[in-house]
């Protein structure tokens, strides 16, 4: 018989940090139940509750969420119905049943006005609707879940869904020039170190609710971001791309405003869950060869 150390549902299995987290070799020592959005509808409260009593979880994680940014200035309603109403709808359960609740938020909460990196304790002012509906949630998770850790992470990504890492091999494989923003300033991080900083949690006593960052080293831009990734598919391929110019915010108009500086200070739940912070180069290492 397995002796797991927990049961953890995870809402949006289907999403890639959901994924990363059922492939994550820590996965093994939980029993891990992702359930699609098919399957657990978060801002449907009687589905909630009917897969609470089916699974019976210890732990749920929630990676589900509406996060197409740009299309959430058109689908505002959507967006607030996910992000906000069903973050709230989770919210109740998971206190109504004293289950705690690791649920996912992000750096576009923030303005990007400030110089340095954003800790904890910065106040919120989000610049775009995604923003605005994850901030939302995030209150409502404070207000209706005592036992709640509200994790924002921040540019994810990984071998799962679609993310800015899949596009930009695609992308120089098919072109001979890009032309990639060179004035916003995140941490791309790795969905597989997320789902190590989650699991690692769960290992542990969850013990101190609240607020945490967690993020990838160092911060960069999108454009270092993918000279990193070129470079690494270098090494194990043919590369189309010959040419990647670095232009500005301003040069490349989006439906929704980007904050400048979104970069993540995760010192917190590195002294609070003893988590590692690695860099984001190790894991580009790691995964892009598999990947081509
Ligand atoms: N992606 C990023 O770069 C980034 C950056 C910072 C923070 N975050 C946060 O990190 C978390 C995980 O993001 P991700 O990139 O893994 O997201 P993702 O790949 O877009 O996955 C989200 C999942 O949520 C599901 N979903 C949507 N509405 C739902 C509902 N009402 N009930 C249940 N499931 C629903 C979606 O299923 P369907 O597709 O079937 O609707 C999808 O599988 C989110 O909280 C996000 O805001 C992401």
Not at 75 to 87: D, F, P, V
Not at 95 to 117: E, M
Not at 231 to 260: S, W
Request: hydrophobic share 40%; charged share 20%; net charge negative.
């Amino acid at each position: 018989m397995n002796t797991y150390l927990a049961s953890i549902l995870i809402t949006g299995g289907q999403g890639q940090l959901a994924k990363a987290l059922c492939h994550h070799p820590l996965a093994k020592q939980f029993r891990l139940i992702p359930c699609s959005h098919q399957q657990l509808d978060i801002t449907n409260s009687r589905s909630i509750q009917t897969a609470f009593r089916e699974y019976q979880p210890d732990i749920v994680v929630n990676a589900a969420a509406y996060t197409a940014v740009d299309r959430a200035e058109e689908e505002r309603e959507q967006a607030a119905c996910i992000n906000h109403h069903g973050a709230r709808q989770l919210a109740l359960a998971c206190n109504d049943k004293h289950i705690p609740l690791i649920h996912l938020s992000t750096n576009y909460i923030f303005d990007g006005r400030k110089t340095a990196a954003y800790t904890e304790e910065d106040a919120a002012n989000p610049i775009n609707y995604y923003g605005e509906t994850k901030w939302l949630g995030e209150e409502a998770v404070r207000a209706e879940c005592e036992q709640h850790i509200i994790l924002r992470v921040a540019s994810l990504f990984g071998e799962f869904g679609n993310n800015y890492l899949k596009t930009m091999l695609q992308l120089s494989r098919d072109r001979t020039e890009l032309r990639i923003v060179a004035d916003q300033i995140s941490n791309p991080t790795y969905t597989g170190d997320i789902a190590s900083a989650i699991l690692n949690m769960a290992t542990q006593t969850l013990h101190t609710w609240g607020t945490y960052h967690f993020a990838n080293v160092p911060p960069c831009s999108w454009y270092d971001f993918t000279l990193a990734i070129i470079e690494e598919m270098h090494r194990h391929t043919h590369v189309k791309v010959e040419k990647v110019a670095a232009i500005t915010t301003e040069d490349y108009p989006r439906p929704a405003n980007r904050p400048l500086n979104a970069v993540l200070d995760s010192n917190k739940i590195s002294a609070d869950y003893q988590i590692e912070l690695t860099d984001w180069q190790l894991a580009l290492q790691s995964i892009i060869k598999p990947m081509l």
